[in-house]
């Protein structure tokens, strides 16, 4: 929905709207009456907000990509879209570390009456911030030259289905080595509370220190992308966290938190990291200009959505016993060798001017 529009309208229209949407929603699931106080229309209302925000989400990754990748150097187009990935990661530290005082400070009752709100109302300071930057954004070049051409498609789905079909799908699949994040991010944390009864906490300072890595590997492995290619490094990033899985869910059913902390970090934190860091730009690539945010936005959620299943996927398929976590690990790597797969027939793109790109 929003891709099409970015592409028609221009990529600080999407930018500017899914920061607001997002901001409204998130403040106001904070301000939700309870069930006791309206009864079913709380969960309704609960999911109409969900939805806003996944609406939301599915344009801001895009438009960011596209902007940055837009304005970006040409020698250095994966390391400043990297920084879209990056704030990804410092929105899920601060995330994780606004919680820890809450958890901390308030009493189990305290928190689920009214503590967990806390966190959604403390957004609205971020939504300011983003807003007051957002606006004085200007508009990419190509874009605008675009325009000046009379170059902007009336019907940027048709234009994309015709022409990058075979790109939209390469996307999807690439998309799939997410897995390791819903894995690591969900089904892992249940795993690790609900099975093996580790303390939550320490899983909430994994996430965290797993992601204060991630911070500074992000663009780390975007500038290597930018000397070497995007196809080897994005394809690092998908097997070798699909083969750590294995003994990271080893270590969590051996309660072993030192190698948790080791494996975790190794997996999530600096190889994921890799394909994590290229992915902005070299999907971007795939496509130009006239279609990019289409195709991106269509590309990654399809292929995120997946990925978002696997954790209900894993719980489902995980057997019993210490070694009930297996399933789920070859899962994780079939889905990363899927995006490997699909990354290594895609053209290389790292060299190609801005003005080339998605060119047949």
Not at 119 to 138: N, Q
Not at 252 to 263: D, G, T
Not at 333 to 351: F, G, H, M, P, Q
Request: with cysteine; charged share 10%; aromatic share 10%.
């Amino acid at each position: 929905m929003l891709g099409p529009i970015g592409d028609r309208l221009g990529r600080k229209v999407v930018l500017v709207f899914t920061l607001v949407l997002m901001g409204a929603s998130t403040f106001l699931v904070g301000c939700l009456p309870t069930y006791d106080q309206v009864g079913i229309a709380a969960p309704i209302l609960l999911v109409v907000l969900r939805l806003a925000q996944g609406l939301s989400a599915s344009g801001e990754q895009a438009g960011a990509n596209s902007m940055t990748l837009e304005h970006s150097p040409p020698d250095q187009r994966a390391y400043f879209t990297s920084f879209t990935l990056s704030g990804t990661q410092a929105g899920l530290i601060l995330a994780n570390a606004v919680f820890l005082p809450i958890t901390f400070l308030l009493s189990e009752e305290q928190l689920l009456s009214w503590g967990w709100r806390v966190p959604f109302w403390l957004s609205a300071v971020v939504v300011a911030i983003g807003f007051w930057i957002r606006r004085t954004l200007e508009e990419t070049p190509v874009f605008l030259e675009e325009k000046e051409h009379q170059e902007v498609p009336k019907t940027p789905l048709a234009t994309l289905f015709q022409d990058y079909g075979t790109d939209v799908v390469r996307v999807i699949c690439s998309a799939l080595v997410s897995t390791v994040s819903t894995i690591f991010g969900v089904y892992a944390l249940s795993y690790a509370t609900n099975v093996v009864k580790i303390d939550r906490t320490t899983i909430l300072w994994l996430t965290i220190v797993t992601n204060l890595v991630a911070l500074v590997a992000i663009p780390l492995w975007a500038k290597l992308a930018d000397r070497v290619g995007r196809r080897a490094v994005y394809i690092t990033g998908a097997l070798i966290p699909g083969l750590l899985m294995f003994p990271y869910l080893w270590s969590i059913s051996q309660a072993n938190v030192p190698l948790m902390f080791l494996f975790g970090v190794m997996m999530s934190g600096v190889f994921y990291s890799a394909s994590n860091g290229v992915w902005p730009a070299f999907f971007g690539e795939m496509f130009d200009t006239r279609v990019r945010l289409s195709g991106m936005a269509i590309g990654t959620q399809i292929g995120f959505a997946i990925a978002g299943f696997m954790p209900a996927v894993g719980a489902a398929i995980q057997g019993e016993g210490p070694n009930g976590w297996v399933p789920v690990a070859v899962l994780t790597l079939i889905a990363c060798i899927i995006a490997s797969v699909a990354v290594w027939t895609a053209r290389e793109t790292y060299n190609v001017p801005m003005h080339d790109l998605g060119r047949k």
